[in-house]
């Protein structure tokens, strides 16, 4: 017998649906499981695919087989959207176009997926009288102020200038030119929208602001369960190469500075979401691990040695080579500098904090990307490519 919820004022969770957005994705096939596997909630998983969360909807028999449906639909144009909506107590939405390769190649399609195909879901939500938790992206911030400050300036050392705060820091885009920022400036006017609907209309709404969530199940490698030229997020770029014995490409010297997350402490952040309503409505929340932060050559460094270490196999000589952002994404590309989110409210809020090293988060996650794929790898290379 499942024991009864507990919220953080001591009162029970009452058992919710929920409809999720972008269920059978990275972020939503951890979230479903966790759902699934700690809660009494029930889900209506709502994508185009369903491979990552196959192993929650077969078989019949698994113990919470009644608590979970699939509908694939795509919500650009699908008029089953607003009754699954209005079944529901809460919609998560996850669904985006959210891997950098996309933002200057694909432009359109990142806006449309990123603020156009949202306005539905902000509108249904709000005319129905159900809650919304939109996720959008650290990316909002763009780059940070320390980056416009001379090289030698004091200042930079001064955290006002680069940690990044909710309700405080502005967010900085590259030119128009720059369409790597078309991602970044789609999510912050759906956050702009969300939050007027809000104030106007009283939509009770959360924003989530993920800073690099990683773990098993990101995204794709090339020619395995993705496409061959297809360009993931860079976990699974590095695992990539580490799996081909490639070395690992630093777009533009590998500068650019990161915190990553694993995903298992960030879920834990977003089922406090769900489940402390008062506490989550009406906010914005950075979900990340500011105390794991590296530059993207120390990530490929550290990913090289754990790899090794899981793999068993011997290191490359030449681990990492420069690439630039024009040969790697192509025209338009830009990036953030540095990525520290500031934690006061979701620590006042929801008294959360990251436990997960990133050495431990990139051992679970490489040791899960050499079990799946190495294998397969290994027959692709011996398989000479179609002529
Ligand atoms: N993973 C991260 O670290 C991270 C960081 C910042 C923001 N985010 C945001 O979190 C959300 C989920 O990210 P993720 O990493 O799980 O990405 P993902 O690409 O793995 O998942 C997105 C899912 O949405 C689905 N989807 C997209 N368009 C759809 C449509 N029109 N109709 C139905 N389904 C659609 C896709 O099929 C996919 O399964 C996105 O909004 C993304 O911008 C993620
Ligand atoms: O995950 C997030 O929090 C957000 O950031 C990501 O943006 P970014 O971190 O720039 O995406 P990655 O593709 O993971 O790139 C990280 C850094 O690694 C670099 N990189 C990537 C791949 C590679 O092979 N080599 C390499 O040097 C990129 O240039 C960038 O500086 C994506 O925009 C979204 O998932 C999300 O909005």
């Not at 649906?17 to 059978?24: D, P, V």
């Not at 400036?185 to 007027?196: F, G, M, P, S, V």
């Amino acid at each position: 017998m499942a024991t009864t919820r507990i919220d953080l004022d001591g009162r029970p969770v009452k058992p919710i649906t929920i409809c999720m957005i972008g269920a059978g994705g990275f972020i939503g096939s951890h979230l479903c499981e966790k759902l699934m596997s700690e809660t009494p909630h029930r889900v209506l998983a709502l994508d185009v695919y369903n491979d990552k969360i196959k192993h929650l909807l077969e078989p019949e028999s698994l113990p919470w087989a009644t608590r979970i449906q699939f509908h694939r639909l795509n919500i650009k144009h699908d008029s089953r959207l607003e009754g699954l909506i209005k079944m529901a107590d809460l919609t998560i939405n996850l669904a985006a176009i959210c891997t950098p390769a996309d933002y200057n190649t694909r432009p359109l399609d990142t806006i449309y997926s990123n603020f156009i195909d949202a306005l539905p879901v902000v509108k249904y939500c709000s005319e129905n009288n159900r809650r919304l938790i939109h996720f959008s992206t650290c990316e909002v911030y763009g780059k940070t102020i320390q980056s416009f400050l001379p090289k030698d300036s004091p200042l930079r050392q001064d955290p006002a200038y680069y940690v990044l705060k909710e309700d405080t820091s502005p967010c900085i885009f590259g030119s128009i030119e720059k369409q790597r920022w078309s991602y970044a400036c789609a999510k912050q006017l759906i956050e702009r929208l969300i939050y007027a609907e809000g104030a106007e209309n009283g939509l009770e709404f959360t924003i989530v602001r993920p800073f690099n969530w990683i773990g098993p199940r990101m995204d794709f490698i090339p020619g395995i369960d993705g496409p061959s030229e297809g360009v993931p997020r860079v976990l699974a770029c590095f695992s990539n190469n580490l799996l081909r014995r490639e070395p690992l490409k630093l777009v533009d010297g590998g500068k650019s500075q990161r915190t990553f997350v694993y995903i298992k402490d960030a879920i834990e952040a977003v089922l406090l979401m769900i489940e402390n309503p008062d506490r989550a409505n009406g906010h914005i929340f950075n979900v990340g691990n500011p105390n794991n932060e590296v530059t993207v050559r120390q990530l490929a460094e550290m990913m090289t040695k754990v790899y090794t270490k899981v793999s068993g196999e011997p290191y490359l000589e030449s681990p990492t080579i420069d690439v630039s952002s024009k040969e790697f994404y192509g025209e338009g590309y830009d990036d953030s500098d540095k990525r520290i989110p500031d934690m006061t409210i979701i620590n006042k809020q929801l008294g959360w904090n990251p436990k997960t090293s990133l050495w431990d988060l990139l051992e679970s996650t490489l040791t899960y990307q050499h079990r799946t794929y190495a294998e397969a790898i290994k027959k692709a290379m011996v398989k000479p490519t179609a002529s």
